[in-house]
């Protein structure tokens, strides 16, 4: 064999090369490597899942007390003035047992621990009355005709968006106000008419003066121009079962005088608690404390919000209460 063939293999027989140990070794440091990162994966992504189902909890009580309180601003209110007598013309609104969205009197009242039908054991619920948006003036009051068969009506200076027959409207002016129904509209929603014995559950009496007298005559009032017309609103909030495994807040509308079917408002509402500041009063009080509903200032709503995902430590489910106040603006201005 030559000696560079010799040379040849004595240096191949000396290239270095991994011993077992060594592979071993770097297995196992490989392997700490990748638990780590696997860990911080796992990590980021537990706090990605708590961020997001915070931001979704957030996001719905952010809806919930966005249009909570913009209705309960208007509660008892009416675009004329405060405390007003009312003449309300309804059927029924004269009863014992009158329907809530009809009792103009208190324009606000709270339930206590699910004393609501309809709302989840445990929490409570309000509704209120409100007008004062998107009033319109009165041009003329054509009041009772002659003719039995005949309505009164008001004629406006514009049209009420999406006024319609079987709608609830007040009018008023500084004196006093009226609720009556709507029998029908023309003149492109100028000239809103009502009537006796007309929809449900209809008017008593055209006649619109205090006292409310539905059988002869009745009171008369006249409402002279720069008098103004509002839609009567009438809600009603509250937390419920949703057929999902869980709760949700809940709002039903009175519209054309039938209360309308439940529409979901926001999602993972677990509770609502409800307190109030009446007018005098150092302290807010439950609705079972007996409150003077006339006399109510101010709302205090407490949301108790639930992820659906389970990510809170150790698989938990997140929960976080959020307490919000509102002032009803028709009261305290």
């Known amino acids: 064999m030559s000696a ?9 027989g ?4 991994f011993s077992l140990v060594e592979l071993m070794i770097s297995l196992v440091l490989g392997l700490l490597v ?60 004269s009863a014992k047992a009158v329907p809530w969205w009809m009792n103009w009197e208190r324009g606000i009242v709270g339930y206590d621990n699910g004393g609501l039908p309809g709302a989840a054991a445990g929490t409570d619920a309000i509704e209120f009355l409100s007008s004062g948006e998107g009033a319109v003036t009165v041009t003329r009051h054509d009041q009772q ?14 049209a009420l968006q999406g006024l319609d027959a079987g709608d609830i409207v007040l009018v008023c002016d500084y004196t006093q106000a009226s609720i009556v129904q709507v029998s029908s509209v023309r003149d ?46 009438a809600v009603r909030w509250f937390v419920a ?9 809940y709002r039903v509308a009175m519209e054309r005088g039938r209360l309308q079917g439940r529409e979901e408002v926001a999602e993972r509402i677990q509770d609502l608690q409800i307190r109030y500041l009446v007018a005098g009063a150092h302290r807010y009080v439950d609705a079972s404390a007996d409150v003077d509903w006339k006399g109510v200032m101010a709302v205090r709503l407490s949301l108790t919000l639930q992820d659906a995902g389970h ?5 938990s489910q997140l929960t976080r209460t959020l307490v919000h106040t509102v002032s009803l603006r028709n009261r305290t201005s």
């Open 311 to 315: 990510a809170g430590s150790g698989r």
């Open 188 to 233: 492109g929603n100028k000239t809103i008419a009502f009537g006796r014995g007309v929809g449900q559950p209809g008017n008593c009496t055209m006649a619109l003066g205090v006292p409310v007298v539905c059988t002869g005559i009745g009171s008369s009032k006249s409402y002279r121009p720069n008098s103004l017309l509002a839609m009567l609103h």
């Open 14 to 17: 000396s290239e270095p090369g």
């Open 34 to 93: 990748s638990a780590a990162a696997v860990g911080i994966f796992l990590s980021n992504q537990r706090t990605y899942r708590a961020t997001e189902s915070l931001a979704r909890i957030q996001e719905s009580a952010r809806v919930a007390f966005e249009l909570m309180a913009r209705e309960i601003r208007q509660a008892a209110g009416n675009p004329c003035a405060m405390d007003l007598p009312v003449a309300n013309v309804l059927n029924g609104a």
């Open 145 to 158: 005709p002659a003719n039995p068969g005949s309505m009164a009506s008001f004629k406006v200076d514009s």
């Open 241 to 249: 079962d949703n057929g999902r495994g869980g709760r949700s807040l």
């Open 4 to 12: 560079g063939r010799r040379g040849t293999m004595r240096r191949r």
